[in-house]
């Protein structure tokens, strides 16, 4: 798996299985621990651990998660 942050507060997502995905995080910033990567400075600061989502500032993505709310693109 991979990610990637883009300016719109989503994340570019590819999965092992080859599926890509985009996951919009913009309605979860407003709740709980999300709060923290509402400043784009900290929502930037992402990568791949054990298969999880992580930021910096401790935020985890669990990949379940991650794979249930994200809009698979097709390739071209």
Known sequence: ????PN???????AFEDG???????RPYLDFGVF???KDFEQFK????AF?????DCGVDLDP???R????IVEKT
């Open 64 to 66: 379940e998660f991650v």
């Open 51 to 55: 298969d999880t989502v992580e930021s």
């Open 35 to 37: 709060r923290k990567i």
């Open 45 to 48: 600061r992402v990568r791949i």
């Open 7 to 13: 300016d719109d507060f989503s994340l570019a997502v």
């Open 1 to 4: 798996m991979s990610v990637h």
């Open 19 to 25: 599926a890509e995905g985009i996951l919009d995080m």
């Open 68 to 71: 249930a709310k994200c809009r």
